[in-house]
């Protein structure tokens, strides 16, 4: 079988004396949505971050299309096409959408294909078009949102990583983003995404991680995950007000 597109091993990271990950291991197959959910603390933006290469591992390695990039700089990996959309969107206030989308393409390769990116963006997300020479932070939360993932397709990523897309946001518009990241798997891109909406995620993802306190507790298709009586008692139970 073919390599899949990304695969952590044996992963641990720690801050100073704190270990946010041990042993963590994973897999992403080409054209798949992979979700990871688990407890607040678990360590799924550090795991993330680690993948970004802006979070460096104490042991194990990430691989992608097979090559070893744990020591690699975070340059690197958007070059290579691995793509954060960071927890709190990030997005420059002051400029312009257009501005925000342009400084996703900064790297030359992404700036070869600027044009063709910036129709895709806008084609998924066709109030950035609208909205284009307004400032960034005059977008409503769920617009913001869509600026920061259009930002990620403007780097022309093979994998874009999704921390708490849907944080902050109402059931539609979460819905609306979740409809957004399933169009954008569609046209080809693998998608990681990490989300405190678990019942979405496991609808909509190929396979899920459950991680709990620094390790992967348990994986498998989102339907299995779903039907599974542990997972229903602790994590989608208790947030069953969020459930959309
Ligand atoms: N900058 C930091 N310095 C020290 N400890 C940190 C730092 N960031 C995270 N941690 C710790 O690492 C562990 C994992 O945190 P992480 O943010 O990865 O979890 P998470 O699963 O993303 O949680 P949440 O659902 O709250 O976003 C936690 O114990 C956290 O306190
Ligand atoms: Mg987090």
Redesign the pocket.
């Known amino acids: 079988m073919a390599n899949p597109l990304l695969e952590v091993k044996d992963l641990s990271v720690s801050?100073?004396d704190?270990r946010?990950?041990t042993g963590v291991s994973l897999e992403v197959e080409e054209g798949t949505i992979v979700a990871l959910v688990?407890?607040?603390?678990?360590?799924?933006?550090?795991?993330l971050?680690a993948i970004a290469g802006l979070k460096q591992a104490g042991s194990g390695q990430v691989l992608f299309e097979g090559e070893d990039i744990t020591a690699v700089s975070t340059k690197h990996h958007v070059d290579r096409g691995i793509v954060l959309v960071p927890?709190g969107r990030r997005l420059f206030q002051t400029l312009t959408v257009l501005e925000n989308l342009r400084l996703g393409a900064y790297l030359p390769k992404a700036r070869t294909t600027f044009e063709e990116s910036l129709e895709r963006v806008f084609g998924l997300f066709p109030v950035l078009k609208e909205r284009a020479n307004g400032k960034a932070g005059l977008l409503s939360g769920g617009e913001q949102q869509m600026l920061a993932i259009g930002r990620a397709v403007m780097a022309h990523p093979k994998v874009v990583m999704i921390?708490?897309a849907s944080l902050g946001l109402s059931p539609i518009l979460t819905r609306r983003i979740f409809e957004l990241i399933v169009a954008l798997n569609q046209q080809g891109t693998t998608v990681l995404l990490?989300e405190?909406n678990i019942h979405m995620a496991l609808n909509v993802c190929h396979k899920a991680y459950v991680?709990k306190?620094?390790h992967i507790m348990m994986s498998g298709t989102g339907e299995e995950l779903l039907a599974n009586p542990d997972v229903r008692k602790a994590y989608v139970g208790e947030r069953g007000s969020k459930l959309v």
């Open positions: 801050y100073g704190v946010a990950l688990g407890s607040n603390g678990a360590g799924k933006s550090t795991l971050k927890e921390d708490e990490v405190q991680m306190t620094g």
